[in-house]
């Protein structure tokens, strides 16, 4: 089916093209991503879930990830059923992605979606750009789409591109109509695949030239909205699983004006997802920062107030 369903934000875890789509998103839910090596295990867990609902409100979306085809965990798939963290699990698996296009995973993945609860979310090889070509992904995304929903129909399957390394003088970029794995849609799953789309963004001070200074909205981003204009049309939910604004350079700015001014603009974009980076110098809300992170008050008010216009 079509999302009609609202924005969802988190704080940043073989069929026919028949295939039925998952669960409507909700209008508006807001989560917390956290983890210190993108692994299950490494210090996403759903304790430090609940740390951050304690400084940024009732976060309702929790990314997990693992990198070898692990089921989900029991601390992830307890914090969905008890704390209503709903579970986003990003996996990648232990073939090749040439293997899983062929269907040697095929076991593993349906493993792990039968592991997962109805209606929540699940994304294979999250950010593939550096590790394969678009034709490699489209292919082993497709099947693992497929696979997925045979076992679990209600499952939400999204592919993730980190959106925020297609900048100008970017390797990965050419932008020339020629194609060759270099240009966005190259790696575009067709929307017969994908249940939403998700596009990582990342910005702060000491790139400047390369990103936006901060704080800006997500829209004054050009990478984002290359993204946007590539994928708005394709009849799919758009999701920011994974959002870090850092200001590292001198006097450290509040990250409340960009983070009001993007909802403005998300939530009349079709965007459902939205999940805020909590590492190194992206951290908001926290109780205790590591470093490179910083205090930010009104940005820490500015995500409260998206969380509270959150719906279950």
Same mark, same amino acid.
């Given at each position: 089916?079509?999302? $009609?369903?609202?924005?969802?934000?988190?704080?940043?875890?073989?069929?026919?093209?028949?295939?039925?789509? &998952?669960?409507?998103?909700?209008?508006?839910?807001?989560?917390?991503?956290?983890? *210190?090596?993108? #692994?299950?295990?490494?210090?996403?867990?759903?304790?430090?879930?609940?740390?951050?609902? #304690?400084?940024?409100? *009732?976060?309702?979306?929790?990314?997990?990830? /693992?990198? $070898?085809?692990?089921?989900?965990?029991?601390?992830?798939?307890?914090?969905?059923?008890?704390?209503?963290?709903?579970?986003? +699990?990003?996996? !990648?698996?232990?073939?090749?992605?040439?293997?899983?296009?062929? &269907?040697?995973?095929?076991?593993?993945?349906?493993?792990? *979606? $039968?592991?997962?609860?109805?209606?929540? =979310?699940?994304?294979? %090889?999250?950010?593939?750009?550096?590790?394969?070509?678009?034709?490699? +992904?489209? $292919?082993? %995304?497709?099947?693992?789409?497929?696979?997925? !929903? /045979?076992? !679990? @129909?209600?499952?939400?399957?999204?592919?993730?591109?980190?959106?925020?390394?297609?900048?100008?003088?970017?390797? !990965?970029?050419?932008?020339?109509?020629?194609?060759?794995?270099?240009?966005?849609?190259?790696?575009?799953? @067709?929307?017969? =695949?994908?249940?939403?789309?998700? %596009?990582?963004?990342?910005?702060?001070?000491?790139?400047?030239?390369?990103?936006?200074?901060?704080?800006?909205?997500?829209?004054?981003?050009?990478?984002?909205?290359?993204?946007?204009?590539?994928?708005?049309?394709?009849?799919?939910?758009?999701?920011? @699983?994974?959002?870090?604004?850092?200001?590292?350079?001198?006097?450290?700015?509040?990250?409340?004006?960009?983070?009001? /001014?993007?909802?403005?603009?998300? #939530?009349?974009?079709?965007?459902?997802?939205?999940?805020?980076?909590?590492?190194?110098?992206?951290?908001?809300?926290?109780?205790?920062?590591?470093?490179?992170?910083?205090?930010?008050?009104?940005?820490?008010?500015?995500?409260?107030?998206?969380?509270? *216009?959150?719906?279950?």
């Amino acid at each position: 089916m079509r999302f $009609a369903a609202p924005l969802v934000v988190a704080l940043v875890t073989v069929a026919a093209a028949a295939t039925p789509a &998952g669960a409507a998103l909700p209008t508006l839910a807001v989560g917390a991503t956290t983890s *210190a090596a993108d #692994t299950v295990g490494s210090g996403n867990t759903c304790a430090g879930f609940l740390d951050e609902r #304690t400084n940024l409100g *009732a976060l309702g979306i929790r990314r997990v990830f /693992a990198s $070898a085809g692990q089921l989900p965990p029991n601390d992830a798939l307890n914090c969905h059923n008890n704390n209503g963290a709903g579970l986003w +699990f990003s996996f !990648k698996t232990s073939c090749t992605p040439t293997a899983v296009a062929a &269907g040697s995973c095929d076991t593993e993945i349906q493993n792990i *979606a $039968a592991a997962m609860p109805a209606n929540s =979310y699940l994304t294979y %090889f999250h950010e593939p750009e550096n590790d394969m070509t678009g034709v490699q +992904f489209v $292919a082993a %995304f497709s099947r693992a789409y497929t696979v997925a !929903k /045979a076992v !679990k @129909p209600s499952l939400n399957v999204v592919p993730i591109y980190m959106s925020y390394q297609w900048r100008t003088g970017s390797t !990965k970029v050419t932008n020339n109509g020629t194609g060759g794995d270099y240009e966005i849609q190259d790696w575009l799953v @067709p929307a017969a =695949y994908a249940d939403a789309y998700g %596009f990582d963004l990342y910005w702060q001070a000491s790139t400047r030239g390369s990103e936006p200074d901060d704080p800006v909205a997500v829209n004054a981003d050009p990478r984002m909205t290359r993204w946007y204009n590539a994928v708005s049309g394709l009849g799919r939910p758009l999701t920011l @699983p994974e959002w870090g604004i850092d200001d590292d350079q001198g006097t450290r700015a509040s990250r409340g004006p960009a983070i009001r /001014a993007s909802r403005t603009w998300l #939530t009349s974009h079709n965007f459902h997802i939205v999940a805020y980076w909590q590492m190194d110098n992206w951290y908001l809300g926290a109780s205790t920062f590591p470093a490179g992170g910083y205090a930010d008050p009104d940005g820490v008010a500015a995500y409260q107030e998206l969380v509270a *216009a959150a719906t279950p």
